[in-house]
């Protein structure tokens, strides 16, 4: 069964610094999102993504963050200065498109700031 | 903002045992899903819910979506040690005027523990 699939799958940065998170959606899937979920805590949403541009984002999803898609195959989550309070468990979710089709998750990146 | 309540927070049952769970919300939905989460990895789709009044199961798996389109509820049948794991509720909303809602919204989570 296709999957979505993240990379890497544990990342250690320093408080300050840039980070890039790797998504691989299912291939056919036209929809796009990234949550994340801080540790004991629910699944949040960020940000949603359909023809190359943002469709919905979140009070979470500050000008600190960014998404891209530079091929057609990966789909990033950019954090251009992280802080301690960005140490979470990001998913990467696609759908289908299909009316109210449901999401398929990666199995996420553990994001921890020092 | 829009919210689900889930409940229990956590539940402690036997092997072979029944499990029920349910979510609420203040606001309408137009589909519920439910999740799994298991340690270390991302939330697995378990049933989706299109319908008011509608239920579905997926094996030993039944949920229902609320006649009143605010609530759903998820029962696990003879649990086993591998149903161990957080089961999250998740809203999706499609509102009046565009074609879709991209955002689903998340309950807490119940988290369910099996005793040996």
């Known amino acids: 069964e296709p999957e979505v699939t993240q990379t890497p799958s544990h990342q250690v940065t320093q408080m300050g610094q840039e980070v890039i998170l790797r998504c691989v959606p299912i291939?056919?899937?036209?929809?796009f999102y990234w949550y994340r979920q801080i540790l004991g805590q629910k699944v949040e949403f960020l940000v949603s993504?359909?023809?190359?541009?943002?469709?919905?984002k979140s009070e979470i999803f500050d000008d600190q963050f960014s998404v891209e898609r530079p091929d057609g195959s990966n789909f990033t989550l950019k954090i251009r200065s992280t802080k301690l309070e960005d140490s979470a468990m990001y998913f990467c979710?696609?759908?289908?498109?299909?009316?109210?089709?449901?999401?398929?998750f990666g199995n996420g990146t553990r994001l921890t700031v020092t | 903002g829009q919210q689900l309540n889930q409940s229990p927070q956590s539940m402690f049952i036997q092997e072979g045992e029944d499990v029920s769970m349910n979510c609420t919300s203040s606001s309408i939905f137009n589909t519920w899903l439910w999740y799994k989460q298991d340690p270390g990895e991302g939330p697995v789709l378990l049933i989706a819910?299109?319908?008011?009044?509608e239920l579905t199961s997926n094996g030993r798996l039944t949920a229902q979506f609320g006649i009143t389109r605010k609530d759903s509820f998820l029962n696990i049948s003879a649990s086993i040690p591998s149903d161990v794991g957080i089961y999250f509720c998740a809203g999706h909303l499609k509102p009046s005027g565009r074609n879709r809602d991209d955002k689903i919204i998340f309950g807490k989570g119940t988290r369910l523990h099996i005793l040996p």
């Open positions: 819910l299109y319908k008011a009044g």
């Open positions: 993504f359909y023809n190359n541009e943002i469709s919905e």
């Open positions: 979710a696609s759908s289908d498109g299909g009316y109210n089709s449901p999401l398929h």
């Open positions: 291939s056919n899937h036209l929809y």
